[in-house]
């Protein structure tokens, strides 16, 4: 009976303890930075596992063309430049912002803004006063999927692709700043 009891409750240890672990599973967290460390990305990359990534509403998808998002799993993405910047054509601080993307098919909105911390883009209506600058960038489809979320700060550019879809977004150095 000792031994049943035991067995039993060594079980149980063993069930609540895989089920912990599952429901901890997080994204990868990653930090990224360009050749010349001007420019850095923190992000949780998530992985396309099968699902469809991007789609209108109605439709199965991940994210939803239209809606604020992320930009990666977990807390919502964060980037920061070294000096001051001209991110898509717009004059950016030298300093941290949270990375906001509104992906659609064909174009995609960068949006940053000065709330750092956000869980997500839930509460990015909240915060929408705060945004520092917004971009459009064209949408490229490539023909093979990318697995994991991508985000790549070079020198000039920071290009972002998961699944089919890849952006990338003109930076150009200003200069040190102050």
Do not use: C
Not at 26 to 42: A, M, Q, Y
């Amino acid at each position: 009976m000792k031994q049943t009891v035991s067995l039993l409750v060594l079980m149980l240890l063993a069930m609540t303890a895989t089920v912990g672990f599952a429901q901890n599973a997080k994204s990868p967290h990653l930090t990224v930075e360009s050749p010349d460390k001007t420019i850095k990305v923190v992000y949780g990359q998530p992985s396309k596992r099968g699902r469809v990534i991007f789609g209108p509403e109605g439709v199965t998808s991940l994210e939803k063309y239209g809606k604020p998002w992320r930009t990666g799993a977990d807390a919502a993405t964060e980037i920061t430049f070294k000096n001051d910047v001209m991110f898509g054509g717009k004059m950016v601080k030298a300093g941290t912002y949270t990375l906001v993307t509104i992906p659609n098919e064909k174009e995609w909105s960068v949006i940053l803004n000065t709330v750092l911390g956000q869980w997500g883009a839930y509460d990015y209506d909240k915060h929408v006063a705060k945004n520092v600058l917004e971009v459009k960038v064209p949408a490229v489809a490539s023909k093979m999927p990318v697995e994991k979320l991508t985000i790549t700060p070079t020198n000039k550019s920071v290009s972002i692709a998961w699944d089919t879809a890849m952006i990338t977004i003109p930076v150009m150095n200003h200069g040190m700043s102050n």
